[in-house]
C-alpha cells in the first residue's frame, strides 16, 4: 500500500496548515479561495463576521460556489472546536 503512495499524499501541505490572522486562524488555501470571490480577509478583524459575509454571499449568489461552501463549513468547525467552551 505505501509503495503507491506518492510524496504528496503521505506529507501534509504547507497551504493546509491554519495561521494566525489578527484573532481567529486560517489556511493559506482558504485564502486563495476567498480571494477569488474578491473577500480580502484583511477587512475582517474576527472570524465571525468573516463568516457571516461569506455566508452572505452565498445566499444572494446564483452560482455554485462549493469551494466557498468548504471553506464556510471548515472554518466554522476550526472555531466551534477551538474556541467554544465544552
Do not use: C, G
Amino acid at each position: 500500500m505505501l509503495e503507491s503512495l506518492n510524496d504528496k499524499e503521505l506529507f501534509a501541505d504547507e497551504k493546509d496548515f491554519h495561521i494566525k490572522h489578527k484573532n481567529f486562524y486560517i489556511t493559506e488555501r482558504q485564502i486563495e479561495v476567498l480571494s477569488r470571490y474578491d473577500i480580502d480577509i484583511n477587512n475582517y478583524n474576527n472570524i465571525e463576521s468573516l463568516l457571516f459575509d461569506i455566508e452572505e454571499y452565498l445566499n444572494d449568489s446564483v452560482e455554485d460556489a462549493p469551494d466557498l461552501e468548504w471553506v464556510s463549513e471548515s472554518l466554522s468547525e476550526f472555531n466551534y472546536y477551538n474556541n467554544t467552551n465544552k
